[in-house]
């Protein structure tokens, strides 16, 4: 069974930086397409940002683009949001996912149980 893990959240300040932690665990033991979404109170589930299997591809939501970097690590099945110069708006719960392909993580099949993010300004 596919579990996934995130990490790193709590409080920043407005302009600081935080960086969130994903690993991927059970399943098979091919890689995963990771990615990010968030949810703030009241707001719909946003698209934040996904990496490719390889690490070769990477797209983003254009509410982040230029101030979150997503990455893979090491260990198969890793990935990072490093969330640079965040904004009191990018308070949310932060989930993790996974998916075979890139092309459909925005409707992934694998999702952690998320991770607060509180922005203060």
């Known amino acids: 069974q596919v579990q996934l893990v995130e990490s790193g959240g709590g409080l920043v300040q407005d302009g600081g930086s935080l960086r969130l932690s994903c690993e991927v665990s059970?399943?098979?033991?091919?890689?995963?397409?990771m990615g990010w979404f968030r949810q703030a109170p009241g707001k719909e589930r946003e698209f934040v940002a996904a990496?490719?299997?390889?690490?070769?591809?990477?797209i983003y939501g254009d509410t982040v683009k230029g101030r979150f970097t997503i990455s893979r690590g090491n260990a198969k099945n890793t990935a990072y949001l490093q969330m640079n110069n965040p904004k009191p708006e990018d308070t949310a719960v932060y989930y993790c996912?996974?998916?075979?392909?890139?092309?459909?993580?925005?409707?992934?099949?694998?999702w952690g149980q998320g991770t607060q993010v509180t922005v203060s300004s």
């Open positions: 990496i490719g299997r390889y690490g070769i591809t990477t």
């Open positions: 059970g399943g098979t033991n091919s890689a995963f397409a």
């Open positions: 996912v996974a998916q075979p392909n890139i092309a459909t993580i925005r409707t992934a099949n694998y």
